[in-house]
């Protein structure tokens, strides 16, 4: 209709895989926290999104290449980041967890001295196991979807992976048979995201948005949704 016509369509870029925040469902159509985080906060706000599943590091180099409005793939809030992005404000709490296969003896990183870890191309979950890989010896090998990851540890080409606690969690609760075996480190949270200095009315209407279904009540039943009440 006349008055939708004039509304702005923002193109959004996430992650192609990374439940419960955001994947495709039986009838191809992506869904998730993020996805009816930003849908809802859209139709409150009254702008639209074009939401472009690229991959999470295809999706924070397009944003920095100004070949997309906004990012919101469950990224988390760095001050490494804020180099180059903008963030609204934080909407969900994660830390960075290893998860190894459901019979694996590895407890903890001394366990992976000489063994192969899988890590996910530019997330926070794989800086983390860059940075102690040295003091604990062990080799890294990289995937850009985090399906990927999780398989190459069940299929035992590498020991353990490193990925976001409730990612890792969902997963393990919808099947992957794996475990986690260490408390999170790096805790932090995450943020819709522009290109720093970018897009600042898209940020300002996503933060305005987000305040509004905080307290209505929305973003508590969007978290029950796909987590559950106790979430
Ligand atoms: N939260 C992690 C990060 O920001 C991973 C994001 C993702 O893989 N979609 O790096």
Do not use: W
Not at 28 to 55: H, L, S, W
Not at 105 to 114: A, C, E, P, V
Not at 134 to 154: A, L, M, P
């Amino acid at each position: 209709n006349n008055v939708n016509a004039d509304e702005k369509v923002y193109e959004i870029g996430t992650d192609v895989t990374f439940p419960p925040f955001e994947f495709a469902n039986d009838q191809n159509q992506y869904v998730g926290i993020d996805m009816d985080i930003i849908r809802t906060i859209a139709k409150n706000e009254g702008f639209k999104v074009k939401i472009k599943p690229v991959g999470f590091n295809a999706a924070v180099q397009a944003l920095d290449a100004g070949q997309l409005d906004g990012v919101i793939a469950g990224t988390t809030i760095t001050d490494e980041r804020k180099q180059k992005m903008d963030f609204s404000a934080p909407y969900f709490k994660t830390g960075v967890v290893m998860a190894v296969g459901q019979n694996s003896s590895i407890k903890n990183f001394q366990d992976l001295k000489g063994k192969r870890v899988a890590i996910k191309t530019g997330t926070a979950a794989g800086d983390y196991a860059k940075s102690i890989q040295k003091k604990y010896g062990f080799k890294t090998v990289t995937f850009d979807d985090s399906n990927n990851v999780y398989n190459d540890v069940t299929t035992g080409n590498s020991v353990a992976c490193f990925e976001d606690q409730p990612v890792m969690q969902y997963a393990i609760k919808t099947g992957a048979k794996l475990k986690i075996v260490t408390k999170p480190a790096n805790g932090g949270a995450y943020g819709f995201s522009v290109k720093k200095g970018h897009n600042q009315e898209l940020l300002k209407k996503f933060d305005a948005g987000l305040k509004k279904i905080k307290s209505n009540g929305q973003y508590k039943k969007i978290v029950a949704k796909y987590l559950g009440a106790s979430a």
